[in-house]
């Protein structure tokens, strides 16, 4: 079975991108670090074709260091540069642009559409929704250009925005590739918020959540709840969560929904420790 969310907008994103590319000298995609694989739209290879491919990955922060330090080795032996940052405090931004420009100066080919009044190079910034691509240009201008959220699809149409005298940057609609058919991708685009919130069940999420992070060992989220050690079954570590945060409904009876949303929310800020959600 698989799983789709395509709004109309995205559709029109696409081919938009694909007509942009003869303007482009460099992409700079933005994936969440806490999931590259899960967070790559396969689709925007095809529309970039050969133009040179900066990775970003954001919310490093939030991430495990070593994880991340394994995915910036993957993409460096394929031959892609990996960059972490953390666009909260621009950590690694400056060293994005610097890699983007040295990436369009070099690749730079004949089929670049130039002229006497073309001064900047150009970037295109893809991603899908809410991995931070408008929040990587916020900082990459120093200063507040494009909306942000915490929700996916804040960025409806593409805009161009001036970084500085030598560089112009794409912003594009967070585009989900049509069809996800692994469920495990399907969790950790969940999981980090980049889907919207009427299609999952966040009871299950959340409960998926707990047992990841058993799994990778953070237990962080038992202290934090009042999880005793020996509760190894997570729909009762999330009743754990819900009488630790008073989510009681009329009658006594708990508020799982609400419990849940709290331990996604607490998962997505980084309050129950950095973790990731793949490996290379």
Request: charge should be positive.
């Amino acid at each position: 079975m698989g799983f789709s969310w395509y709004p109309g907008h995205m559709a029109k994103a696409v081919s938009q991108i694909k007509q942009s590319m003869k303007l482009i000298d460099v992409v700079i995609e933005i994936l969440d670090a806490r999931a590259p694989r899960s967070t790559e739209n396969r689709e925007f290879a095809e529309a970039v074709g050969n133009k040179p491919r900066i990775v970003v990955l954001n919310k490093a922060d939030l991430a495990d260091p070593v994880a991340t330090r394994a995915w910036v080795d993957c993409y460096t032996e394929a031959g892609i540069c990996a960059v972490p940052t953390n666009c909260r405090t621009g950590e690694g931004v400056a060293e994005v642009i610097a890699a983007a420009s040295a990436a369009a100066k070099a690749g730079a080919g004949p089929d670049v559409q130039r002229g006497p009044s073309r001064v900047r190079f150009r970037t295109a910034v893809l991603g899908i929704p809410n991995v931070g691509k408008s929040s990587f240009i916020n900082r990459a201008a120093k200063r507040a250009r494009v909306k942000t959220g915490d929700r996916p699809g804040v960025t409806r149409a593409k805009q161009w925005i001036v970084i500085d005298r030598n560089l112009e940057m794409l912003d594009t609609p967070g585009i989900m590739p049509p069809r996800v058919d692994d469920r495990g991708v399907w969790f950790a685009l969940a999981a980090l918020g980049c889907l919207d919130e009427s299609i999952y069940d966040v009871e299950a999420l959340a409960t998926g959540l707990i047992a990841r992070l058993d799994s990778v060992g953070l237990a962080a989220y038992r202290s934090r709840y009042g999880v005793c050690e020996g509760c190894a079954d997570p729909h009762e570590a999330l009743k754990h969560v819900a009488r630790s945060r008073g989510c009681m409904m009329a009658g006594g009876e708990l508020d799982m929904a609400r419990a849940a949303d709290i331990l996604v929310r607490d998962f997505r800020s980084g309050k129950l420790g950095r973790a990731t959600l793949e490996m290379p």
